[in-house]
């Protein structure tokens, strides 16, 4: 019975199931080589975008309270905004400020925290840049017992600089052919919002000073990020990029539309004061990314709820793609 049954079943058989069992093994090795090849070739070789990681960048920040200037909290955040960017850029510089504040009613040092990191070769440099001070008021929330407290600014402030510190790990995971200058303004959000006309400062007096003081300081482009971790964002082309930096708008967009984004829209917004004009004032394109449709805009509301890893994301991966890119 035995060796019928042998017989039955020949012996080259045998070795041939064996044989098939190690080339489907080795096919699926094979096919998942290959999968994970073109994932990473995809993307430059890079790896991807941890948004739950960047997330966590927004709650520790708002973790701290209001970065309002001359608070602990704004001090306690520089120190761990400096100590996460320490990781991966090459250099690492603080460009502090005096500013009398009208809002604050003294004198404040103001810090934009400056890191460089370093490309695979000489190429060009380019600037990505956010805020990271949130607005000292909440002058727009709905309750007038409110109006005097520091906005949380999870969306405002913290979702820049939370897709910006991952973009930071991978581009110093994997470095692009460009150098990459990480900026990050202090005291964007403490201007004058007419009809509200509580004080007398200026918006965006961080990027204003460093442009002052840095006048060497000439990157090829850059891309602005505020407000992108609104869940549901939408991302018009904002008016004063469309037309101080079109070609900008152009390339980025035409990533977002090859990648299907849900997020980018074709349509143009309304213009925005922000960090990116004393940049296009000097005659650098620096395109502003931003979705200003945001209830809870200078509210006490602006809280880490309110926002989505997803929304962090899609932003992020365009903009890698645009650094990585030709
Ligand atoms: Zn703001």
Not at 47 to 55: L, V
Not at 84 to 98: D, K
Not at 110 to 135: P, V, Y
Not at 268 to 297: A, C, E, K, S, T
Request: charged content about 25%.
């Amino acid at each position: 019975m035995v060796s019928r049954r042998k017989r039955k079943v020949p012996a080259h058989k045998g070795k041939c199931s064996l044989r098939s069992g190690g080339w489907i093994l080795l096919g699926v090795f094979c096919g998942l080589v290959l999968v994970l090849a073109l994932f990473f070739s995809s993307r430059g070789g890079r790896p991807p975008f941890d948004e739950a990681r960047s997330f966590e960048h927004i709650l520790h920040q708002c973790s701290f309270g209001p970065r309002i200037p001359g608070t602990k909290a704004h001090r306690d955040c520089l120190e761990y905004i400096t100590k996460e960017l320490g990781r991966y850029a090459t250099q690492i510089t603080h460009h502090n400020f005096i500013h009398m504040s009208y809002a604050l009613n003294k004198e404040v040092t103001g810090t934009n925290i400056w890191a460089r990191l370093k490309g695979s070769q000489a190429k060009e440099s380019i600037l990505l840049c956010a805020h990271w001070d949130s607005r000292p008021f909440a002058d727009r929330d709905p309750s007038p017992a409110n109006r005097g407290k520091g906005v949380p600014g999870a969306n405002d402030g913290a979702s820049g600089v939370a897709l910006l510190l991952e973009v930071a790990r991978i581009l110093g995971c994997k470095p692009p052919t460009r150098e990459v200058h990480i900026i990050l303004f202090d005291m964007e959000d403490m201007g004058d919002l007419p009809p509200n006309a509580l004080h007398k400062d200026p918006f965006c007096i961080g990027s204003t000073r460093f442009v002052q003081d840095n006048p060497d300081f000439r990157p090829s482009w850059g891309i602005l990020v505020d407000m992108v971790g609104k869940r549901g964002l939408r991302i018009k082309k904002e008016a004063i990029s469309v037309s101080w930096a079109p070609h900008l708008v152009h390339r980025i967009w035409t990533i977002a539309l090859k990648k299907g984004s849900t997020v980018f829209s074709e349509e143009v917004g309304q213009p925005i004061f922000d960090d990116h004009v004393p940049f296009l004032q000097r005659g650098i394109p620096v395109v502003n990314l931003i979705d200003m449709d945001y209830p809870y805009w200078h509210t006490a509301e602006d809280t880490p709820d309110k926002c989505s890893p997803k929304s962090l994301r899609e932003v992020a991966e365009v903009i890698l793609e645009v650094i990585y890119g030709p």
